[in-house]
């Protein structure tokens, strides 16, 4: 078939499933956005491309399209994907940001669409590794809900030794219970061994040590490989035509043939604007300049596993080992020297002190120091892939020693990421950019965890578009990037810019209306404060005064969101007795509890309001009376103290550009935007939007970023 005729016979499809879904009305939106998709995906060239035979270079496609609320985008590129998937023999990889929309699309979208398509597929959820249990790791806990002692058996670093004796006993004893009931759980089929299918899901400092580990795992040579669930999901994966999996394992996957080949499937970005940050997160590192004494325990592990098996590599462990205690205490000794001062100085805020390197320009005595950090971790890295091939080789020759075998090539495994970090750390803090180049960003934390203080060395990319035109882009040939939010104060150019797009010739971009009717449906208030926003103190005190003379009126569900806890809390403190009855504050109960008992609250007739920052800003799904006013406390900045937010400003006014007009009002205009987008949800909702921030209407950049909401009814309000 030719392209033409593949997108008409996959428009066809999506076409028949709306004809066959009861009560669904047709959107011309949606199907504008499913021609898009249609086209893109018939286009693009699938496969391997013979070079030497001549053939033209293979045909890339990339839609970026902004879909309203309301559009119904999950039908619009899931029915056309398939269809052309099924078509073409390939494959459809659909990426998400959140879990809750990974869950409605295999829980809810797909079998829905499955019932209605022509043609049968199969599809599953693909997760990251440690969302698993690693049977061999629980087994061994257990019984006594801590490792081993032994020595030799200890897979646990020395800081988590140091926190497991200082736990108190009854927690201990608890978490005893706790392992040995999720391992009876397992053992008997009632449970499948996934961390997100618990009733409830463990704190990460209780799931961490039965997590499974790339590092730590030898696969198919494990004696629990043909019970273990991580390859069993796998084996999900092999016979689907989708699969649905998220930003952040995707990116951490290129290139491990964990999911499709991406020259080879047909690649859907939901929630896209997630990518940026998650490409910056990916490809940051870290290193623990402070704490040790892990290094030795890797060594002699090295030493005593590699001479088992006669690796003539482990020769120079001992070297690589001494080499870098000491580089690693000179380095600690010498931050402190050069940024102790402004690092003490820092109020005890959240989270630990923190001094970025300007320019990206370290001083001149770290230099030498990181230079034979890296070539002490990249010899001592050397010795063990040595060992760790001669290990599966082992495991290959004598399978009846594979749990024996397995113990020591994790053993390896569970420290040698603390290495790789270190190698990863090092080369990126030595990374000099050239004149006119763009910097990493560089900073040092300080921080005291119980008796230690603890000394962190960081570096990041700064320009996620970059990294993702190198890392993504020159793997993938179709791909379709959508969410409610790509287009920044009526604009397409931020987001095409920070996805590595701009000037893509491959890429096109489409804007879908939604179909609400917004001016209508609901009222922007802008109500405004004497005080200045900038002034914080003065301006939290009066927005909390109007923002409870507000809330007092709510008759059923109501949105606050917050910009910093700090602002939070002043809120939570001002709330008068008859009013705490009614407010329920994020972190006080786990998420899904406390959206149930929101909607008992407000069905039974009652008010409920929510107090929530970020992470309550989008994703959030309230319709109707569940959230009829939605109150913002401030214009949602991001934070000032970003390390890789300065080095980019930085960056940014050293080439003569403005950062505040080119890079925080455009990430603020979707921030905002999505935040105003949990006040409308269906066609029927009536809401209020309240801003307090005067700034939205009195300010030049405040009138872009109107231009990027919906556009509602506007009215302004004096102050109170």
Known sequence: MSSSEWAQAALQSFD????????????????????????????????????????????????VIQAGTGVGKSLAYCAPAIAL???????????????????????????????????????ALAKGRGRYVCKLKLDRLAGTGEAEEDGEDDLFADEEAAARAKRPRHETEARMQFYSTMSQTLSKGAWDGDRDSLDTPPEPEVWSPVAAEGASCTGKHCPAFSQCTYYDKRKELVGAQVIVANHDLLLSSLGARVLPELDNCLLVLDEAHHLPATALDQFACSMDLSRITWIERLSSRGLRIGALLEVEEIADIPKHAAQLRQTLQDLARIVMDVYGAQLKSQPNAWGPARVRVPRGELPEQLIAPLGLLAASAEGFLDALRAISKALRAEMRDKPDEAKRLSTLYAQIGMLAPRLEALHATAQLLLQDAPEGAVPAAKWFTLEVDGDFIVVKAHASPILPGTTLRNHLWSAVRGAVLTSATLTSCGHFDFFMREAGLHGDEAATTLEVASPFNYAAQGTLIAAETRADPKNAAQFTVEMVDALLHDIARVEYGALVLFTSREQMRQAVDALPTAMRSVVLVQNALPRTQLLKRHRERVESGEPSVIFGMQSFGEGLDLPGRLCESVFITKLPFAPPDDPVGEARAEWLRAVGRDPFSELVVPATAIRLAQWVGRAIRTEEDQAHVYCYDKRLTRTSYGQRLLKGLPPFALEQRAPL
């Open 16 to 63: 028949a499933v709306v004809n066959a879904t009861e009560g669904f009305r047709g959107r011309p939106g949606q199907r504008l956005m499913a021609e898009q998709v249609a086209r893109t995906f018939s286009t693009a060239t699938l496969g391997k491309v013979d070079e030497e035979s001549g053939t033209a270079a293979p045909t890339r496609a990339i839609a």
């Open 85 to 123: 998937a099924l078509s073409r023999g390939t494959r459809v990889l659909i990426s998400t940001a959140t879990v809750a929309l990974q869950e409605q699309l295999v829980n809810k979208d797909l079998p829905a669409l499955a019932a209605r398509m022509p043609q049968p597929f199969k599809f």
